[in-house]
């Protein structure tokens, strides 16, 4: 028997469900612009029929919101992380080979160019005039400059070096930051979703870190589905460098420890194995830092820098004894050469402003230890530039001869592998620049896909306004509609209570 | 596919962004006029840039050497101009006095006027550009030329960068045999042109027990010279115990390489003359050898030579010449510098001889005396006769040695010249190479930025417009 009232239950009913709609689409326009928000939509059902016993059919009760469920792709999230990493690394790289570029300056009227036609013109002058002290003083000035140059060029490229290194201790802290936070969600959402509802709006936000956290480094996540005593329960993992950064309720910290070139390497604090990236940013950090470019390591840091100390080396092994690259002696250098003063054997680079006797204690063998840091005129040219050897013997004051051999080290392709010393340098700022055009192509390439990617994602799981307010309209009017329906049920009972049996009266 | 609002925002974000680099991009290309800031930009403009400045920079040195050397040439030149004029005036003067009979007066005022250009040619001899002295070879700090009078008997000598020009050169008749042998001694080992080895400055030392040995090589030959254990060598004033080291040296030298005899015919002595000559070059030990040969030294135990100031593996050339080379251009080079020699003469017929001989014949002599040296290396004394039509021939033959060389100084300077030309065609070339590789072409960017803005402009509008309208705009 259908009871008095059923009608307005029914309508109480439609108010109620209408109600949730609109606080869910209310809930939606208010995070239309919260990163990594999922849409949530209400699941509307019509709630259980009752039978009608004279087997007329079953007879709608009206609707319920069964539950609230996000819109979301999961796979694309899947498939984020597994960009976003790549990503990281190549902007990282990006932007420090940027860097690098602005320490070279090429092409510029500042740079290597400028050093060496600085020196090299004091040269010209002093072939001309090797008598003249005030050219000679030129030439010593000019010859600091390229050292110098060397040294600046060293000590910034170190720089990046170090930066970068504090940069990986910053991002290690990160990672361990992250990794916190999505175990703390992990439990949150585990004991919100005990009774088997989905928590949305953690687990929205659980994603976000995740977002983060691939970024810096390369991880895998998955969500497992254990069975814990009989009950199904989902464990969320986050595996990086093949062991868990997180596992559930655990999760495991990074640190930073100095290897033995005070460098920071990256390991577990638990386990202490050491902790090796594939990509993310903190590999870019690594690989600038580290990379020599030789046995497929990256071209960072390091290999310019070896560069730098091979060009320094090679350089003033070829001014000072004339010997090329390759070992062959083709000039009689400047410690073949004789000074104004009659002096010998002197070089005119040597490291720390070590004087030529200092220099050659050891021989030949005292090149090996000049590097781009250290590289100096010799303390003989800086105390006497009447030491520079402009003569042969027997060393005329007007005796250009060794100059004009030395003038010849600017042009000789044999110097260095490469060719000359601008070849040499042409080649380094060509290779720079082709390292870091393609750093920054991969860069925007990786931004692409990303950028896709979290295009469908938007497409998949962000907030239309237009829909929420169609929504808003739609829900009004059911609402509306079953506010109608209470005051229709009203006059109902208006008529049965107080109408009927009013004729006996 | 399902358009959010988040999507579009971002999505317009990203495209004003793309449009806003690349405005940015051709701003900066037209602020800085340059079509790259980075070598990423293009690696390969950035590495043709280096190469082209470098380029640029060499050019522009070269244009100022050419400079340099223009000037030394015509310095070089206009010197040798007036030596000529020297020559022609000392040629009618002969001419004049060659002609008829000449009154004392008159021949008094020749000669007078020969001796004041003799004097002129020293003069024109030592001249120097911008304080160095062109026509001395490398030795552009001392003026080369002097005249040495020391010895009246033997007549005026002509000294060239502290060395006999022409040691065998014509010598006064009457001067008596037995000088002149002194004078060819001491001449030998001292006369210009002959290979030397002077290094580094020279500072006493001691020797220890283990022997400090060093060989020289003379054309081939290779001795071991061995100093004294325990002895200190030192330079003159000795202090006592001390030991001259040219002495030292230069007897160990003669046992090693024995000295050659030579008979002086006209006195019948024998003159022992050393093929290496030791002496002293102020704070320096000098190795000399005679002309056509050469030396090398080598150490034997380590450091013996640079105790003595020398360098292992140093060697004397045999015929030198001191050229003053200027780079003007890649492998392009050139001597700028005339030696003193060259102009003066070398050998038994000099410029100055002819004057010397001038005096003479002006003062009435009708004979002088020249040394030679016979195919068996012995030396004879040989009487010339002396008549002033004669030496018209004589500075003939001097006159046609200058033009020689101004010849060769005019086509240096023309070839410098023409090198100056083509230095300013290269560097309009490689500048306006340089400017192709890295400038940008204005106009282009112009319009480029142009476009840019009104691509940045439209993307603007169109964001503003997408923007504003939602369903809520439109319900009532």
Redesign the interface.
């Known amino acids: 028997m259908k009871t008095s009232f059923f009608g307005l239950e029914v309508a109480v009913r439609g108010l109620y469900t209408s109600r949730r709609q609109l606080d869910i689409t209310g809930h939606n326009i208010t995070n239309?612009?919260t990163p990594g928000y999922s849409r949530q939509v209400g699941i509307q059902q019509a709630s259980t029929p009752l039978s009608i016993p004279t087997g007329a059919g079953m007879l709608g009760t009206g609707s319920d919101v069964i539950g609230i469920s996000r819109i979301r792709d999961e796979f694309l999230d899947f498939k984020f992380w597994s960009e976003n990493d790549d990503y990281g690394e190549w902007e990282t790289k990006a932007t420090l080979?940027?860097e690098l570029?602005?320490i070279?300056d090429?092409?510029s009227d500042s740079?290597?160019?400028k050093v060496?036609?600085d020196f090299?013109?004091a040269l010209?002058?002093l072939?001309?005039?090797p008598?003249n002290e005030s050219i000679r003083a030129l030439v010593k000035q000019t010859g600091i400059a390229v050292a110098r140059y060397f040294n600046s060029i060293a000590n910034n490229l170190n720089k990046v070096r170090s930066d970068c290194n504090n940069a990986i201790k910053i991002k290690v802290e990160e990672v361990n930051s992250y990794a916190r936070q999505i175990r703390d969600l992990n439990e949150q959402i585990y004991k919100a979703e005990l009774n088997g509802n989905v928590a949305n709006d953690l687990r929205d936000e659980r994603t976000e870190l995740v977002n983060k956290l691939s970024k810096i480094i390369d991880i895998e996540v998955t969500e497992v589905i254990v069975n814990n005593q009989g009950k199904e329960e989902k464990r969320f993992q986050v595996v990086a460098g093949g062991s868990f950064l997180v596992n559930h309720f655990d999760s495991y910290e990074l640190e930073v420890y100095q290897n033995e070139e005070g460098m920071y390497d990256i390991r577990w604090t638990s386990s202490k194995n050491q902790f090796i990236p594939k990509s993310g940013e903190i590999k870019g950090y690594l690989d600038v830092r580290d990379g020599t470019g030789s046995k497929g390591e990256y071209t960072g840091v390091p290999y310019y820098i070896n560069k730098m100390n091979e060009f320094a080396r090679t350089f003033a092994k070829a001014f000072n004894e004339g010997i090329m690259k390759d070992g062959t002696k083709l000039y009689t250098g400047h410690a073949?050469g004789?000074g104004l003063?009659?002096?010998?054997?002197i070089r005119f680079f040597t490291y720390d402003g070590k004087s030529s006797e200092e220099f050659m204690a050891d021989g030949y063998d005292a090149y090996d230890k000049i590097t781009a840091f250290n590289i100096s005129i010799s303390a003989d040219i800086n105390d006497d530039p009447r030491k520079i050897a402009a003569?042969l013997?027997?060393?005329?004051?007007?005796?250009?001869e060794n100059i004009?051999e030395l003038?010849n080290t600017r042009?000789d392709n044999r110097m260095f592998a490469e060719g000359a010393p601008?070849?040499f340098?042409?080649?380094l700022?060509?290779?720079?620049?082709?390292?870091?055009?393609y750093a920054?192509k991969l860069s925007s390439n990786q931004n692409t896909i990303i950028?896709q990617i979290?295009?469908r994602r938007?497409?998949?799981s962000?907030?239309?306004?237009?829909e929420e307010?169609?929504n808003l309209?739609k829900f009004q009017h059911s609402y509306n509609a079953a506010a109608k329906m209470v005051s229709v049920m009203d006059e109902i009972y208006e008529i049965t209570i107080h109408r009927l049996g009013v004729g006996g009266r | 596919m399902r358009i959010t609002n988040a999507m579009l925002m971002r999505n317009m974000m990203q495209n004003i962004n793309t449009n806003l680099g690349r405005l940015e991009k051709l701003q900066r290309q037209m602020a800085t006029g340059k079509k790259i800031q980075v070598p990423s930009d293009d690696p390969i403009i950035a590495a043709r840039a280096l190469k082209l400045r470098t380029d640029v920079s060499e050019i522009e040195q070269f244009k100022r050497n050419v400079d340099d050397a223009l000037s030394w040439l015509e310095t070089t030149e206009t010197a040798i101009a007036n030596l000529g004029d020297i020559i022609q005036r000392a040629r009618e003067l002969t001419v004049q006095a060659s002609n008829g009979t000449l009154s004392e007066e008159e021949r008094l005022s020749i000669k007078a006027e020969i001796s004041q250009l003799k004097n002129s040619l020293i003069e024109i001899g030592n001249t120097a550009y911008a304080g160095r002295y062109i026509f001395a070879g490398f030795s552009t700090d001392k003026p080369p030329f002097e005249v040495d009078s020391s010895n009246p008997a033997l007549g005026d000598k002509l000294i060239y960068n502290g060395k006999l020009l022409n040691p065998n050169g014509p010598i006064l008749a009457d001067v008596d045999d037995a000088v002149i042998q002194a004078y060819y001694e001491s001449a030998v080992g001292n006369t210009a042109g002959q290979p030397e080895l002077c290094m580094a400055n020279f500072n006493k030392f001691t020797t220890g027990a283990t022997p400090m040995e060093f060989s020289i090589t003379l054309d081939g030959i290779t001795q071991t010279i061995s100093l004294d254990p325990f002895t200190t060598y030192s330079f003159e004033p000795l202090a006592a115990g001390e030991t001259d080291i040219i002495s030292a040296l230069q007897s160990k030298i003669d046992a090693a390489f024995p000295p050659v005899t030579k008979t002086f015919s006209s006195t019948g002595d024998v003159i022992m003359v050393s093929p290496i000559k030791v002496s002293r070059d102020g704070n320096r030990i000098k190795f000399t050898v005679q002309e056509g040969n050469s030396i090398r030294l080598n150490d034997v135990t380590d450091g013996t030579l640079q105790t003595l100031g020398f360098a292992d593996g140093a060697e004397s050339s045999t015929n030198r010449k001191q050229e003053i080379i200027y780079q003007i251009g890649v492998g392009n080079n050139i001597k700028i510098n005339v030696e003193g020699y060259e102009i003066f003469g070398k050998g038994l017929q000099g410029l100055f001889d002819t004057f010397n001989k001038l005096e003479w014949a002006l003062d009435g002599k009708t004979e002088y005396k020249t040394i030679s040296v016979d195919a068996s290396g012995n030396i004879e004394v040989i009487t010339n006769s002396l008549d002033i039509s004669a030496l018209i021939g004589d500075l003939d033959a001097d006159f046609e040695r200058l033009l020689k060389v101004r010849a060769d100084v005019g086509a240096r300077t023309n070839f410098v010249e023409m090198t100056a030309n083509r230095l300013v065609d290269s560097l309009v070339n490689f500048t306006e190479l340089m400017s192709k590789n890295e400038d940008v072409d204005m106009a282009e960017v112009i319009m480029k930025l142009t476009t840019e803005e009104n691509v940045y402009r439209a993307s603007l509008a169109a964001g503003a417009r997408l923007i504003q309208p939602t369903l809520l705009d439109f319900l009532s």
């Open positions: 239309v612009n080979m940027a570029e602005a070279f090429e092409p740079g290597m160019n060496f036609d090299y013109s010209q002058e072939s001309k005039d008598s073949g004789v003063d009659g002096t010998e054997g003569a013997p027997n060393g005329e004051a007007g005796n250009n004009r003038l042009r601008e070849d340098m042409k080649a700022v060509a290779a720079l620049g082709i390292d870091s055009q920054k950028n979290e295009n938007l497409s998949v962000g907030v239309s306004i237009d307010v169609a309209v």
